[in-house]
């Protein structure tokens, strides 16, 4: 008899968001300063935005067509300090800490709209305590469609104790009729504590 299979088995699963739980929110501040640096109206980029989102989120443009489309749009703004900049303002928030003491509890998922080149330094060293990453730029699908989600049911080891983290409640809707339980992360952190497992 395998008791370290069955331990396994009885672990909750745990589904992360990233941008706003685990890793800072660029947007919209990066936004933000793009227009004051560049001099560009802030309406006028937020509406690129809107118009690139399914594109960049999805992968299907590479990352280097979205900074190529990005310099067409707005010819004042300098790529490499755009680049630098974006990445700076991805960093990791005390909640990535948890993870390996979660990953003792849950089957720790990571669920993202957003892209692999811009998070996956920050999501390296702690890898190998994950049991599933999906990323929207490499699966074709966006929160809050609801094939994100089965893409991420299909690594759970049963669909009971589920506990899904977004900080959007948005993204909800879809996760809920798939049976799980939903936890709304706030600015704060304050969400940390209200995960319970074991």
Same mark, same amino acid.
């Given at each position: 008899m395998d008791n370290?299979? !069955?331990?396994?088995?009885? +672990?909750q699963e745990l589904v992360l968001d990233l941008a706003g739980v685990l890793v800072t929110n660029f947007s919209p501040l990066y936004w933000r300063y793009l227009s004051t640096t560049f001099n560009i109206s802030y309406s006028e980029l937020t509406s690129f935005k809107k118009e690139i989102r399914e594109q960049l989120w999805t992968g299907k443009i590479p990352e280097i067509e979205?900074?190529? +489309?990005?310099?067409?749009?707005?010819?004042?703004? !300098?790529q490499e300090e755009a680049?630098?900049?974006?990445r700076s303002y991805i960093k990791p928030l005390p909640s990535l800490e948890r993870i390996p003491f979660w990953s003792q509890h849950a089957n720790i998922h990571i669920v993202s709209n957003h892209r692999i080149e811009w998070i996956n330094h920050i999501i390296a060293p702690i890898q190998h305590h994950l049991k599933s990453m999906?990323?929207?730029s490499e699966i074709g699908f966006c929160k809050p469609q609801v094939d994100i989600y089965l893409e991420v049911q299909n690594y759970f080891h049963?669909?009971?104790?589920?506990?899904?983290? !977004? !900080?959007?409640?948005?993204?909800?809707d879809e996760?809920?009729?798939l049976g799980w339980n939903t936890l709304l992360a706030d600015v704060d952190g304050k969400w940390v504590r209200k995960v319970k497992l074991g």
């Open positions: 370290g299979g !069955d331990k396994m088995q009885l +672990k979205f900074w190529t +489309k990005l310099k067409q749009n707005f010819p004042t703004i !300098d680049k630098e900049t974006l999906t990323i929207s049963h669909n009971h104790h589920v506990l899904f983290v !977004d !900080d959007q409640e948005k993204n909800f996760a809920r009729k």
